[in-house]
């Protein structure tokens, strides 16, 4: 990746350039742990207008963010649970656990399923259960930015992967 932006950058490739500025200061927008950060409600945005579906479901982020009494309670999960983070992990830094690019929207009976269980646990089994199709799930890991093989990362990587890919959605 670093070969490849040096060379562009000595190509002159003055588009990538420009893209790649905008792109640099919105990962570092994404650093953050307020969910209510001008960058995240731009991701968040973003979903809406991809008519995206929370992770695992078939429920739309539209109906979380225009939410009806109707509709079954959708909530952001830590894609690295916090007592996961704090017990297995040893992170205790309430800012650093609650990043944003930890967190994605799913239906509240997946957030109390998943509980406290490492990734490594939990997405396995729940992609299973789901028993979605492929096409929908890999769709569902781009609209929700989730890195390849996200589950094998340790959380730093884990965190600076999906702050790029939640920057290009």
Known sequence: DVEMVNQRVLSGDVDFLLNRGRQVTL??????????????????????????????????????????????????????????????????????????????????SDNITISNQAPTEYWPQEVAEKNLEEVRRVQQEEWHALPKRWIELDYDRFLVARRGLMARV
């Open 27 to 108: 990962l570092d927008a994404l650093n953050t742990s307020s969910s209510s950060a001008p960058a995240f409600v731009a991701y968040i945005a973003a979903l809406n207008i991809l008519d995206a579906e929370v992770l695992l479901a078939t429920s739309k982020v539209k109906d979380w963010i225009n939410a009806r009494p109707t509709v079954k309670g959708i909530e952001k999960h830590h894609l690295f649970p916090r007592d996961y983070l704090r017990a297995v992990v040893g992170i205790s830094d309430n800012k650093k656990i609650n990043q944003v690019a930890n967190l994605a929207l799913v239906e509240w």
